[in-house]
């Protein structure tokens, strides 16, 4: 526990100085800083998927300073401290987790569903417009599923295509094969799937107000 303070307030005073010192640093505001926290999460995501432990604690470091450096801002501002921040996702994950922290307070509900209690009028209220159309779809499946809300007819849909005994890479290769198919029929694939997740979503929401 010593040594994480330590590094992160090692980290903090860095920042204090390159904040007023550095003449790149000392000009960043949050919408200046936004497409370059997008870049390192997606290199983060790499690091990930190749499994590289050198490059992952590195990506990591770098997320970990862009989330206080946008702290920082906001303290400038006088809009909220870094505390605040901490503080506000502690208490989001003890509120989450009544099976653990409020067992009184739990009667089995899903992650979802506890999410629905905070006041959410949609399942997919939580699944940014601005997600690339794969991760999308993954989202807006596992949150409708999540609630047991109705997903599509998989197993009509690709009986004899999918073997049982698929894995990641031969899933892979399959949905590349089909980016292939679609662009050689005149169909770009990510159109096609964001058309896809529009009519999920417009479905799912039309359900959830007859269901009210």
């Known amino acids: 526990m ?5 590094a992160f307030h090692r980290l903090s005073e860095i920042l204090d100085t390159l904040r007023r010192e550095c003449p790149w640093d000392k000009v960043q505001t949050m919408k200046s800083l936004r497409y370059l926290t997008i870049e390192e999460v997606h290199e983060l995501s790499e690091a990930i ?5 050198g490059d992952l604690k590195k990506e990591l470091g770098d997320l970990a300073m862009h989330i206080l450096f946008y702290c920082k801002i906001a303290e400038e501002q006088a ?5 605040d921040v901490y503080n506000t996702i502690c208490e989001k994950l003890v509120d989450r987790h009544p099976f653990i922290y409020h067992k009184d ?4 509900e899903s992650w979802e569903q ?5 006041g959410r009028k949609d399942v997919l209220e939580g699944v940014p417009d601005s997600l690339p159309s794969l991760v ?3 989202r807006m499946q596992e949150k409708v599923a999540g609630i047991g809300g109705q997903l599509p007819e998989v197993d009509r849909k690709v009986a004899g295509v999918l073997g049982e005994g698929m894995d990641d890479q031969a899933f892979g290769d399959l949905l590349f094969a089909l980016v292939g198919w679609a662009r050689a029929h005149g169909i770009n694939a990510d159109d096609a799937l964001c058309g896809a997740n529009m009519r999920f ?3 799912h929401s039309t359900k959830n107000k007859e269901d009210k």
């Open 79 to 83: 809009l909220f401290s870094t505390a």
């Open 201 to 203: 979503r417009k479905q």
């Open 114 to 118: 506890l999410k629905m209690r905070e």
């Open 105 to 108: 307070e739990y009667h089995g």
């Open 2 to 6: 010593d040594d994480e303070l330590k």
């Open 136 to 138: 999308k779809a993954v």
């Open 49 to 53: 998927v190749s499994g590289n432990t």
